[in-house]
């Protein structure tokens, strides 16, 4: 990456306006750490500005807690970019930021949810949204018994079932797959994220159509 292109691990935690970071995820300092760091580099630079990038911007919310926490560090945002924004989050960052949003594609309004295949797979790195479980800090996709369909992904309520078993089929042939290739056998342990509600000495595929059994 340049000088000028610093990298932020963030990703909302669900329910909350509370940040985590993906690559350490039981640490809620984890991204105020990272915004300290980013902010005392600019600082060393002579830079007091920013511009955040996203990849999507929907309501908005992630990135109005960094401008907050930028702030907090006597750096300010002056503007947004991303790939996709909805026009609502458009329309107020270009109101609020002297830079304003630029995006490759604006969604209009009649838009109801924006989704990205990964998080309709188990155990792939950074689906699925953050959780809150009894021991820490979760991943869970976006798909039962893990997760919400209807709620995460506006898939409709009389469809989640069906919805649910077939991204259980792909995750099976996924990982049977992989297994396959690789020679080797993976339990919940070996994934990048832990998954909420398995164990970690689960074999993944046996997890997989244990849930399909139980829809």
Known sequence: MGKDILFLDCTRLDGSKKLVSRNNANSFMAVEEQVKRISDILKMQGQREIVL??????????????????????ISVIGVR?????????????????????????????????????????????????????????????FKPFGNPVERASIPKKEEKEF???????????????????????????LPETIINTKKEE???KVLKKGMRNL
């Not at 649910?164 to 070996?190: Q, T």
Request: aromatic residues 10%.
């Open 203 to 205: 074999k993944v595929v």
């Open 53 to 74: 990038v996203d990849d999507v911007i929907f309501t908005g919310t992630v990135l109005r807690t960094l401008k907050a926490l930028f702030e907090q560090n006597g």
């Open 82 to 142: 991303g790939s996709i924004s909805m026009e609502e989050s458009y329309q107020s960052f270009n109101r609020e930021l002297p830079l304003g949003l630029k995006c490759g594609y604006l969604l209009g309004s009649g838009v109801i949810d924006q989704i990205c295949e990964r998080d309709f797979y188990f155990g792939i790195a950074q689906s699925g949204i953050s959780v809150m479980g009894e021991t820490g800090i979760y991943k869970s996709p976006y």
């Open 164 to 190: 649910s078993k077939g991204c259980l089929r792909r995750s099976i042939a996924l990982w049977e797959e992989i297994e396959k290739l690789s020679g080797k056998s993976f339990k919940v342990e070996d």
